[in-house]
């Protein structure tokens, strides 16, 4: 009872976040999520749960496909277009991760991850003010995410 109590907490809050976030934070709660859940797997990779691990990665897979298919081509020109092509490739690299329990695979698209959210937070006053940021996290605190 305490779990479904907790995990119903947990999803009110998460929905509150997401209404209350601007377009810019809520890329943001994404790429923080597709972290977390790479984070997840990693976890489950070395604990030997297959399909934990599986479930986690492919959630990763879900949200970066939605970044993807939010992409304006024709406004956001070359930017765009260069971030459908990385989309692509962390996707191919996670179904690799997946199928063969590639932890390095994992690593190098949280840090693709990071970095993009880093790059991300580093616009954050041209396109809203700072106070909204939703889920910010340093580079030293992505690091303590311990996958290295």
Do not use: C
């Not at 977390?36 to 070395?46: G, P, Q, T, Y």
């Not at 692509?88 to 991760?97: F, H, I, K, P």
């Amino acid at each position: 009872m305490t779990n479904k109590l907790i995990d119903r907490y947990t999803q009110v809050g998460m929905e509150t976040g997401v209404a209350s976030a601007d377009p810019h934070g809520l890329v943001l709660m994404l790429l923080e999520g597709a972290i977390s859940s790479l984070v997840f797997a990693r976890k489950e990779i070395d604990a030997g749960n297959i399909s934990a691990k599986g479930e986690a990665i492919s959630k990763a897979i879900r949200i970066i496909s939605e970044l993807d298919t939010s992409l304006n081509i024709e406004a956001g020109g070359e930017i765009a277009a260069n971030l459908r092509t990385l989309y692509d490739y962390m996707g191919t690299s996670l179904l690799e991760a997946n199928l063969k329990n590639d932890v390095r695979k994992l690593v190098e698209v949280v840090q693709l991850l990071s970095e993009l959210k880093t790059a991300w937070l580093g616009i954050a006053d041209e396109v809203r003010p700072k106070k909204h940021l939703v889920g910010e996290k340093t580079s030293k605190e992505i690091a303590s995410y311990g996958l290295a």
